[in-house]
């Protein structure tokens, strides 16, 4: 079993806030809101250093970011 990211979890929870891409590219540090879209649709994972402020920002638990999923 490995763990991913629940990307779903993440796009609505920032949809929730009512943080744009942007937004949430400048709050992560990034340099352009195009870097964060990738990671919030898979496209790129988010960094180790990323994802507890990730957790903060959208006020949920490190451990919800992400699902268990079965490797094939």
Do not use: W
Request: glycine share 4%.
């Amino acid at each position: 079993m490995t763990y991913a990211f629940d990307l779903s979890l993440i796009r609505k929870k920032r949809l929730d806030k009512g943080y744009s891409m942007e937004k949430m590219s400048k709050l992560l540090g990034l340099e352009n809101k195009s870097m964060y879209y990738k990671r919030e649709i898979g496209a790129t994972q988010f960094k180790a250093t990323e994802i507890p402020l990730l957790a903060s920002l959208l006020e949920v638990s490190v451990e919800k970011i992400f699902v268990k999923t079965l490797r094939k």
